[in-house]
């Protein structure tokens, strides 16, 4: 790999993270409503992309069952979005929690906070599931996000990015595609929650990687 691709690969993933990063604390936290109505974004273009993806896995996989991809990838997926929205305001709310009698009439509660940009690696097997769940629980939760999808299944890559980038503008979702390289330097990035997917050997590289955010 030439070392000035390498350099300009690593400079895009680390200014999208500095823009997603810096909409974070401009913005602060979405409001409940702003998460559901993200969320019901994201499920209406699943389900209006669905038909692309039994295309574009079936390319990729040189043959795969359109039914296996609209229960496992599809059906499954917007499932989980549904469950997201119906829990999300009791998942939101403050806990309270039992205060000792010595620090008495004081109150205590944990009140659930956002962590910023989370990025997601997903592998090739489920590309769409296991890429777009991942996203929903990060939207959520009230972060931003960065998608790296396999390599392996490029055209359904391809089509997570058009159809992320028509719904979400960059400072909140962005997908970033390409080979080992742009793996190898997305897992070197400072987010702050990363989420893997994928092989033991490439699980250990990652976590080697993440380990110097630490």
């Not at 392996?152 to 909140?172: C, K």
């Not at 994928?198 to 380990?211: D, F, I, L, R, Y």
């Amino acid at each position: 790999m030439n070392v000035h691709v390498t350099i300009a690969v690593a400079s895009r993933l680390t200014d999208i993270l500095s823009s997603q990063r810096a909409a974070f604390l401009r913005d602060g936290q979405p409001t409940l409503a702003a998460r559901k109505a993200d969320l019901l974004k994201l499920k209406k273009a699943v389900r209006a992309r669905l038909p692309e993806f039994e295309k574009s896995l079936n390319s990729d996989f040189q043959g795969r069952s359109a039914k296996e991809t609209m229960i496992l990838e599809g059906v499954a997926l917007v499932q989980g979005i549904n469950y997201l929205r119906r829990n999300l305001k009791g998942w939101m709310r403050p806990q309270k929690r039992h205060v000792e009698t010595q620090f008495m009439p004081g109150r205590a509660r944990v009140v659930h906070q956002p962590l910023g940009v989370v990025g997601i690696m997903s592998p090739w097997n489920f590309p769409v599931g296991l890429s777009l769940m991942p996203l929903a629980t990060a939207i959520a939760a009230g972060n931003r996000a960065m998608i790296k999808p396999s390599e392996y299944t490029p055209a359904t890559g391809d089509l997570l990015a058009e159809m992320l980038g028509e719904i979400f503008p960059e400072e909140q979702v962005a997908v970033v595609t390409g080979g080992p390289d742009v793996g190898s330097a997305f897992s070197s990035l400072p987010f702050d929650h990363l989420v893997f997917t994928g092989s033991t050997p490439v699980g250990k590289a990652v976590m080697k990687a993440a380990s110097a955010n630490l």
